[in-house]
């Protein structure tokens, strides 16, 4: 069982950043694949990023990449997302996700693939 906990959302300008983190607890932290999806109101949950167990993979979502960074700290049990560069297309509530199978082969993409969610954490983005 992993309880995931996130945190850093707020209000930012456009082209402002945030950092979001997701505490996680329990002792297998580091064996679990984490990622970020986001959902806002009427649309469908959609990817963000991911990260292997190891930090020695990432994978973003087109609308993302460039601009945000996934990391992990296994010492801390900690994920986070760096957003740099805010849109008005990003404002959405942003969810992390722990799994526990593998990431390859675009499994990454998808929410079924993850085992375990947070409650998720507002991003607001003003122009």
């Known amino acids: 069982q992993v309880q995931l906990v996130e945190s850093g959302g707020g209000l930012v300008q456009a082209g402002g950043s945030l950092r979001l983190s997701c505490a996680a607890s329990?002792?297998?932290?580091?064996?679990?694949?984490m990622g970020w999806f986001r959902q806002a109101p009427g649309k469908e949950r959609e990817f963000v990023a991911a990260?292997?167990?190891?930090?020695?993979?990432?994978y973003y979502g087109d609308s993302v990449e460039g601009r945000f960074t996934i990391s992990r700290d296994n010492a801390k049990n900690t994920v986070y997302l760096q957003m740099n560069s805010l849109e008005p297309e990003d404002p959405a509530v942003y969810y992390c996700?722990?799994?526990?199978?593998?990431?390859?082969?675009?499994?990454?993409?998808?929410?079924?693939?993850?085992?375990?969610w947070g409650q998720g954490t507002q991003v607001t983005v003003s122009s």
């Open positions: 329990g002792r297998t932290f580091s064996s679990y694949n």
């Open positions: 990260i292997n167990w190891s930090g020695g993979n990432t």
């Open positions: 996700a722990a799994a526990a199978r593998s990431l390859l082969n675009g499994a990454y993409y998808h929410p079924r693939t993850y085992d375990y």
